[in-house]
């Protein structure tokens, strides 16, 4: 499931509910609180912002209704982090296939995610703002997608450490430096003007390089003794 396919045509009119308000729905299921939160929110615009009458207006029900679905707000922020989570590994395993055809598997991540960023992928700027600035039970939904990242990619460094016969020292850590890293700089990407994007990308693929290169070094010299 993607973001756009929860995000439906607003045109379409609303169902005569059973209170006899107009524009409101008789029935409505967890997706269309999601996509009514997702419409709110965008590249400038928190999940943590909003209220649960404004979600529940957007979706077209009573506020009374959300409850049928969600418990709280941070339910459903919780809920579409973790799909957030989900959207986006799907495109950095994309990203894997175009390191297959010859590109590097670093500089093609990371164009992955960017391409993704710029497209106004709001799930995946949910993920980006809601762990600097929700609510904690928000952060802990964002730093457990965060860890299924590094799980990842620490074991994509285990693998191609074994296929080339070398060691990286502490896979589990670097992996965790390079995910964080490259979450942080997203976060500033979101600021910043697409122009600027090149050359993120560029700074990035050598921060990561660098690191590597140092867990290697580092996994040599202990190697050796």
């Not at 579409?80 to 500089?107: C, F, P, T, Y």
């Not at 762990?131 to 460094?157: I, P, W, Y």
């Not at 995910?179 to 560029?202: H, K, N, Q, W, Y």
Request: hydrophobic fraction near 45%; aromatic fraction near 4%; proline fraction near 3%.
């Amino acid at each position: 499931m993607t973001a756009s396919s929860l995000v439906p045509d607003r045109g379409a009119t609303g169902s005569v509910a059973s209170d006899g308000q107009a524009g409101r729905k008789p029935t409505i299921v967890r997706e269309d609180l999601i996509a009514a939160a997702l419409r709110l929110t965008g590249a400038h615009r928190s999940v943590s912002t909003l209220s649960l009458r404004e979600v529940a207006r957007e979706a077209g029900i009573a506020p009374n209704s959300f409850y049928r679905q969600f418990h709280d707000m941070d339910e459903l922020a919780v809920a579409l982090i973790d799909m957030a989570g989900e959207s986006l590994r799907r495109i950095v395993g994309d990203a894997r296939k175009r390191a297959v055809a010859g590109r590097s598997i670093v500089r093609g991540s990371l164009e992955a995610f960017m391409e993704r960023l710029r497209a106004d992928d709001k799930l995946l700027h949910v993920l980006l703002r809601e762990g600097t600035v929700g609510s904690d039970a928000f952060k802990r939904a964002v730093d457990r997608q965060l860890h299924f990242f590094e799980d990842e990619l620490r074991a994509d460094l285990v693998r191609i450490a074994a296929a080339q016969g070398i060691a990286f020292h502490e896979p589990g850590l670097v992996a965790r430096a390079i995910t964080r890293l490259v979450f942080a700089m997203g976060g500033t990407a979101l600021d910043s003007p697409p122009e600027r994007d090149e050359a993120l990308i560029d700074d990035l693929s050598h921060m990561i390089r660098m690191l590597l290169r140092g867990a290697h070094a580092i996994g040599k010299i202990k190697g050796s003794r």
